[in-house]
C-alpha cells in the first residue's frame, strides 16, 4: 500500500516526512514520486552500491533522454568506459593543480566586484558565475571563447529539460533521440556539442582531448559526458555553497564550531587560522541539506528491500537527504554541528559506481569559496528583510541567498 505524502511537503519541508517513512520503513512506495522512496542509510546504500539490481541504464532515465548516453546513465563495463576517460584529472591532486590557482582568482574576483555595494543575492552574484567559471574552464570552453555567463546559460536550460521530464515515464512516440526529446535545451546542448567539438579541435582543453584519444571516447560520447560533467559541476556545486553560507550564518552555533566572532547580529569575521575549520561546516552542510536530494534507479529484478518487495522495473527514488538524516548513523540527526565527527559519512555525492566524479573539486570551490567570503567582506550577514528558503524536490538549495556586509 502507498504512503500518503504531497510534492508540496517533499519540496518545501521534506524531513519531518522523511523521518516518518524512515521510521515506518526504510523503503515505501509513494504514488506521489512515482515509485518506491528509500530514507534510510542502509537501504540507499544497498540501492547504490548494487548497480546489478538497480541500474541507471533505463530508457526512462531523464538526463540520459537530454544529453545522451554518459557516465550518468551507464553501468558496467560502458559505465567504466565512459567514467575512466574523465576520472584521472579529477582525481583529487590533479584537480588542485590545473584548477586551484584559477579557482582562488576567480573566487577572489567575484568578491571584489561585490565589495562595495554592500549587499548582494549570492546565488547569481557569486555561486552560479563562480561553479560555472570553473566548469568552462576544466572543459577548455574559455579557451575558445566561450564565456561563463554563456555556459550558464546553456546549463539553465538543460535544468530546465531534464526537471520537466517525468522520471517514470517514457519519452513519447518518435521521440527516442536523446536530444530531440529535451523539451527546452534543443539549441543550447547544440550549441555545447559545438562548442566542445571546437575545444577539443582547438588541442587547449587537455580534459576532452584525453577523453577523446585513440581508443577513448568519440565525439558524440565526449559531448554527452562533458554535458553532464558541465550538469553536475554547476548544480551541486552552487546548491552546496547557498546552502554552506546559509548555514554558516544561520545555524545555532555554527559561527562557534568555526571560531568566528559574532559581530552585531550575524555579523562574522575571521580570528587567525579558524577559517581552517571550513571543511568540516562545508561537511556537516552537505550532510543537512544535499544539493541532490534525490537520486533514481531502476530495479532490474524482483528484489526485497529493507522489507519492501520491489518489482523489476520499478522506479527506486533514493533520499539522499533522508538517509542523510537517518538517526541509526547520526547522532541527533536534526541538529546542525560543525564539529560532527560522524559527518563525512553523508551520501550527499552518493556511494559505489556512480559516486560524484568531481567531488574533490566541488569541496576545494566550496572551501575556497567561503574563504573569500569570510574574509573578503567583513560584517558578512543575511539580509534580514529577504529571508532565504531551501526548497526542491530533487535539486535543494536557496532560490534567493541576500547578505549584507560592512
Known sequence: MGVGVT??????DPHPVLARLRARTPACWVPEVGGWLVTGYAAATEVLLDALSFTVDDPRFTTARVTGASMLSL?????SRHRAAFARAFRPADARAWLGDFIGAEAARLVSAIRPHGQAELRTAFAGPFAAAVMAQALGLTSVGIPPGTVLAWYRDIVAAVAGLPAGELAPAGRATPAAAATVPVASFAELAAA???AMASGRAPLLSEAAQPGGLSAGEVTANAAVVLF???ETTEGMICSAVLDMLSQPGAELGLGLSRAGSAAL???GRDLDLLPGLIEESLRFEPAAAVVDRYATRDV?????RIRAGDLV????AGANRDPEIFADPDRFDPRRPEAARHLAFARGPHFCIDAHLARLEAVTALTALVAGLPGLRLDPGHPAEVRGLVFRKPGELRVRWD
Open 196 to 198: 566542445v567539438r571546437a
Open 75 to 79: 553501468d558496467g563495463a560502458r559505465h
Open 269 to 271: 569575521s575571521p580570528r
Open 317 to 320: 527514488r533514493v533520499s539522499l
Open 304 to 308: 526485497a528491500l529493507g522489507g519492501a
Open 232 to 234: 553536475g559541476g554547476i
Open 7 to 12: 510534492l508540496e511537503e517533499l519540496d518545501r
